[in-house]
């Protein structure tokens, strides 16, 4: 039966979920195993595994995509019955070759990234396992989930990202700029240098192809500073109170180096320049592949990146699936509602 939870009322929120309310991720932990698993093209990809050696398999699709995974995306899971399993998409992380180094984007689509985990669920020798992702990440493991439904134990998604068309135009071209126009001015910096103010500011203007020339146009200096600039936009967006949230690698604004930056940039770009490569595909047409798996939604209610209205209409088409609308929270995992309902409900698919 369909269920969904708001979690506090809007007004109550943020004074009264004290600490208590809130789970803290598990532990720190190390892995037990890794490698690189070389999925043809002449790319290979970072995997370990953590927790429980013979526990119940979890992957982790992070998010972007070319984001990479980071050892706090490990806490998640109940270490005592999972196997944590974590994988680098190609070009970023520590897969190789690094899209910093001039990896070819022309092997790296939707579709690859769907064919590298079934290869990576092989290569462990699992018969099924629970996926578990977030922004991005959510998007590729509805992707897999679709095309690969028997090797599904369940799914654990956040901040729920389509990958529209209309999804792209609200946080890349403009739509988010009215509720962060101090940020957009970041974003508009390296746009305006190159092209101009009349031309930036013309209706129809393609911040993205506009993006994707910078990123990819053979002077380093502007290539990084694009970079930047575009990495900066999304991480500084995507916290309602980035105080209150933990560290978590990745998402904070001041940790980001330049390689992380040219990664995540033109991965990104390339991807959202081709509608993530779901023409014929959008995932929401392609539920009934999936609808009689369990699911589990977390969702911010302020997600400036990917609009709450993602989730509801993803769970309007699951009837099976739960949702929680976290009344505090914005984009990110580490907001303290966002990692207290993932972790109920990585313990609720415990075995
Ligand atoms: N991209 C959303 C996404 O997957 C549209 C994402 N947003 N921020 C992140 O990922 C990081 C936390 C990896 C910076």
Redesign the pocket.
């Known amino acids: 039966m369909a269920s969904h939870r708001v979690d506090a009322r809007p007004q109550d929120s943020v004074a009264s979920e004290g600490s208590a309310r809130r789970r803290a991720p598990y532990p720190e932990i190390e892995p037990h195993e890794s490698g690189m698993l070389d999925v043809g093209d002449g790319q290979q990809l970072h995997w370990e595994c953590s927790g429980r050696p013979d526990g119940t398999p979890v992957v982790f699709v992070?998010?972007?995509?070319g984001?990479g995974t980071n050892p706090a995306h490990r806490r998640m899971f109940d270490p005592s019955v999972y196997r944590i399993i974590l994988v680098d998409q190609r070009g970023c992380g520590r897969s190789v070759p690094h899209v910093a180094d001039g990896a070819d984007l022309s092997v790296n689509t939707t579709w690859h990234l769907v064919a590298d985990l079934e290869r990576l669920r092989e290569h462990l020798g699992l018969h099924q396992w629970l996926v578990f992702g977030?922004?991005?990440?959510s998007t590729l493991a509805l992707a897999y989930a679709q095309e690969h439904p028997d090797r599904v134990r369940g799914l654990v998604l956040r901040?729920i990202?389509l990958c529209r068309p209309s999804e792209i135009d609200w946080?890349y071209r403009g739509g988010a700029a009215h509720l962060f126009p101090d940020v957009w001015e970041g974003y508009l910096a390296p746009l305006l240098a190159a092209d101009g103010p009349e031309a930036v500011h013309r209706p129809g203007y393609d911040h993205v192809a506009a993006y994707h020339r910078l990123l990819h146009c053979g002077d380093p200096e502007t290539e990084v500073a694009a970079a930047r600039a575009w990495?900066t936009w999304?991480?500084s967006t995507?916290m309602l109170l980035p105080r209150q949230a933990a560290p978590m690698g990745?998402?904070d604004p001041d940790g980001i180096s330049d390689r992380f930056a040219l990664a995540?940039a033109r991965i990104?770009n390339h991807y959202f320049s081709h509608d993530a490569f779901l023409k014929g595909a959008a995932i929401l047409d392609r539920m009934d592949r999936i609808s009689h798996l369990p699911a589990v939604i977390v969702h911010g209610r302020y997600d400036v990146?990917?609009p709450v209205a993602n989730a509801w209409e993803l769970h309007a088409a699951w009837p099976g699936s739960e949702l929680h609308i976290v009344a505090d929270a914005g984009?990110?995992m580490s907001e303290p509602g966002i990692t207290h309902h993932l972790l109920e409900a990585t313990d609720r698919f415990r075995p």
């Open positions: 992070h998010g972007g995509p984001g977030g922004s991005w990440g901040g990202f946080f990495t999304e991480t995507s990745t998402a995540f990104e990146v990917c984009h990110a």
